[in-house]
């Protein structure tokens, strides 16, 4: 499976941003989906991630309470909504697919990430 990472940009402290991942080659139904982020000198870190069905999500204790995720499987599409963003949320964001059954299991394909930055 592809995966098109879009919807990056700049934006104010404060601000909101929804950050989409286009599937293509396979249906997104079959993976759980995850969205990464890296800050410059930084590890890359799980943000947020969602089962197949969209039932079950997972999100880093730094983002509980303004992000989003959620998925439309008729459209092998997921997103990430960013609300309430701070300078700390900088950072290329990635999504990935994973053919596991957790969000923290191993994740198999990876988009091309997209710049989010947050200004004061």
């Known amino acids: 499976v592809q995966l098109q990472a879009s919807g990056g940009g700049l934006v104010q402290a404060g601000g909101s941003l929804r950050l989409s991942c286009a599937a293509s080659?396979?249906?997104?139904?079959?993976?759980?989906v995850g969205w990464f982020r890296q800050a410059p000198g930084k590890e890359r870190e799980l943000v947020a991630a969602?089962?197949?069905?969209?039932?079950?999500?997972y999100y880093a204790d730094s983002v509980k309470g303004r992000f989003t995720i959620s998925r439309d499987n008729t459209k092998d599409t997921a997103y990430l909504q960013m609300n309430s963003l701070t300078l700390e949320d900088t950072a290329v964001y990635y999504c990935?697919?994973?053919?596991?059954?957790?969000?923290?299991?191993?994740?198999?394909?990876w988009g091309q990430g997209t710049q989010v930055t947050v200004s004061s």
């Open positions: 990935a697919a994973s053919r596991g059954s957790g969000p923290l299991e191993k994740y198999d394909y």
């Open positions: 080659g396979r249906t997104l139904s079959s993976y759980y």
């Open positions: 969602i089962s197949w069905g969209g039932r079950s999500t």
